[in-house]
């Protein structure tokens, strides 16, 4: 059964850095692109980006470009979502999904809260 | 980036009614629509792509029509279980943009 298994949640700090992960389990991990999705607390979801990791080609929401880094590593079929520096409104829960043949995100994670607070 | 309107924000129905939610877009994406139930706690799930093909396992009652600029999500006859909110998707060009979302609540 394909999968994407999530990093658990986190509990950090202003101005501190975050690195949460996305594992696939049994599908070709280079052959479809994964994205990022947000969505805080009692509202909807928002689109980040998405990356190929079979070239690492990556495309940001102009809302989210240069406020987080997405990336992947084909050798362990993980792609990530990080932060350099935290901020309180990056308290929200993230989704990673996979693209499908079709390109509608077909599978998703269960999801990683991230709070952020002094 | 194109801009997408979902309607309504908010729907209340009775279980057996027929339910209409809209999505229409600031410019054409052909076929390029997804839409996603999404229930309190949990991940979103892929119902249609496509426009209006059914992901596998899903309902018949669920059903998606349009092209172009203007789309919509039926569900025939509505169950308990489909209480959740729903979201439409353009994946035609990047950034792939949501819709807003529909709440939909039982009478």
């Known amino acids: 059964e394909v999968q994407l298994v999530q990093s658990g949640a986190e509990v950090k700090k202003p101005g501190e850095s975050l690195k949460i992960s996305c594992k696939d389990s049994?599908?070709?991990?280079?052959?479809?692109?994964i994205g990022w999705v947000r969505q805080m607390p009692g509202k909807g979801l928002e689109w980040m980006g998405i990356?190929?990791?079979?070239?690492?080609?990556?495309r940001y929401s102009p809302s989210f470009q240069g406020q987080v880094t997405i990336s992947a590593d084909k050798s362990i079929s993980t792609a990530y979502l990080q932060w350099s520096s935290l901020k309180a409104s990056d308290s929200a829960m993230y989704y990673c999904?996979?693209?499908?043949?079709?390109?509608?995100?077909?599978?998703w994670g269960q999801g990683t809260m991230v709070t952020v607070s002094s | 980036a194109i801009w997408m309107t979902q309607s309504p924000s908010l729907l209340s129905a009775s279980t057996g009614d027929r339910v209409t939610i809209s999505c229409r877009m600031s410019?054409?994406?052909?076929?390029?629509l997804a839409w996603y139930q999404q229930k309190p706690g949990k991940a979103p799930e892929l119902l249609i792509y496509?426009?209006?093909t059914l992901q596998s396992g899903v309902p018949s009652r669920f059903s998606g029509s349009g092209s172009g600029t203007d789309f919509t999500l039926n569900i025939s006859c509505l169950q308990s279980e489909d209480v959740a909110t729903y979201y439409c998707q353009q994946y035609y060009n990047f950034p792939y943009t949501f819709g807003q979302g529909t709440k939909l609540e039982i009478k």
């Open positions: 410019q054409g994406i052909n076929s390029y």
């Open positions: 999904a996979r693209a499908g043949d079709t390109y509608a995100f077909d599978i």
């Open positions: 990356i190929y990791p079979g070239d690492s080609d990556t």
């Open positions: 049994g599908y070709r991990f280079t052959s479809y692109w």
């Open positions: 496509a426009a209006s």
